[in-house]
């Protein structure tokens, strides 16, 4: 089991930048990937990126890839998601979750609270 909490985003204009952070406490942190969900209002959660529990081998939703960084340092039990360049078409409320990896946000048993990312033109 673990406990996810979020820090970061807020409200940033088109073209700037934005770092999000999800931190445990547990040992148990550096056993699971740790996967990016984003949700905008009136539509489904989706995908944004993920990392191994190693850290090695993160996957971008494809379009993001590029303007998207994920990683992650278990040490400090945090991961991070660097995101440049944004766009309006990127507010969402993003949600970082722990599981085995896979990029279906129903394969993900612990979550964190959420936050608000908005991107203004």
């Known amino acids: 089991q673990v406990q996810l909490v979020q820090t970061g985003g807020g409200s940033v204009q088109a073209g700037g930048s934005l770092t999000l952070a999800c931190s445990a406490s547990?040992?148990?942190?550096?056993?699971?990937?740790i996967a990016w969900f984003r949700q905008a209002p009136g539509k489904e959660r989706e995908y944004v990126a993920v990392?191994?529990?190693?850290?090695?081998?993160?996957n971008y939703e494809a379009s993001l890839k590029g303007r998207f960084n994920i990683s992650r340092d278990n040490a400090k039990k945090t991961v991070w998601l660097q995101m440049n360049n944004l766009r309006p078409d990127d507010t969402a409320k993003y949600f970082c979750?722990?599981?085995?990896?896979?990029?279906?946000?129903?394969?993900?048993?612990?979550w964190g609270q959420g936050t608000q990312v908005t991107v203004s033109s």
């Open positions: 979750a722990a599981g085995l990896g896979f990029t279906d946000p129903s394969d993900y048993k612990y």
């Open positions: 547990e040992r148990t942190f550096s056993n699971y990937a």
């Open positions: 990392i191994s529990a190693s850290g090695f081998s993160p």
